[in-house]
Structures are given as C-alpha cells and as structure tokens.
C-alpha cells in the first residue's frame, strides 16, 4: 500500500524558508510524478510544483523562483525548499503520487491517486 507522510511545516514570518520532506513507502515502482499541493482555510487544493521521475519540474506561477521541488530516489523522498515566504503561503502542504505515465506533470488534483496527510504551513506578517 502506497504511503506518503509530510514533515517539516511550521511557523515562521513574512521573508523567512521551511524545508518540507515527503516519505514515499509501499510501491515496487516508482511515481511518474510526485507533486505538492497546498490548501487554505475557505480555498480549493491548489497545485505548486511536480517533478516527473527524469527531473523535470513545474510550478504554480504564485511560487515560481522562491520554492525548488526536488527528490532523491534512494531513498524515496521528495522535497520542497520554500524560501521568501509570504503570508499567502499558508496552508496545510500535501504530498501526493500520480502512478500513470503522462506527457507531462500536470498540477491536477485528479491525476494524483496517492495523498498524504499533510503538514502545516504558517506564514506570519
């Protein structure tokens, strides 16, 4: 059974950086493509960045140049360097997994089968 568990949310002010890590466990292959998707409170799952296994990354417009999405296979983990943070970064921070070989990594809720849990992203002014 596939299991994705996010770590590393906190709180920190407007301009400050936070590490978040995703464990990937329970699959004989890996991911086409591993992404991160965040949601605030009265808002809908928003996509901000996927990388397919080759490396090939995209971001959502609102984060490009200030977070970078990374992964390392060996060891099953997936990364998201935020820096410059703002207070519209807030939200809870999920991990998810999309199994199915596309053209492309696309930020949509419904390509991703696999989600995690979460970890909470607090950004203060």
């Known amino acids: 059974q596939v299991r994705l568990a996010e770590s590393g949310g906190g709180s920190v002010q407007a301009g400050g950086s936070l590490r978040l890590s995703c464990a990937a466990s329970?699959?004989?292959?890996?991911?086409?493509?591993m992404g991160w998707f965040r949601q605030a409170p009265g808002k809908e799952r928003e996509g901000v960045a996927g990388?397919?296994?080759?490396?090939?990354?995209s971001y959502a417009d609102s984060v490009k140049g200030r977070f970078t999405i990374s992964q390392d296979s060996d060891k099953n983990s997936l990364y998201l360097e935020m820096n410059s943070l703002q207070p519209e970064d807030t939200g809870l921070y999920y991990c998810?997994?999309?199994?199915?070989?596309?053209?492309?990594?696309?930020?949509?809720?419904?390509?991703?089968?696999?989600w995690g849990q979460g970890t909470q992203v607090t950004v203060s002014s």
């Open positions: 998810a997994a999309d199994f199915v070989h596309r053209n492309m990594c696309r930020l949509l809720r419904t390509n991703f089968a696999y």
């Open positions: 329970g699959y004989t292959y890996s991911p086409y493509c």
């Open positions: 990388i397919v296994g080759h490396g090939s990354t």
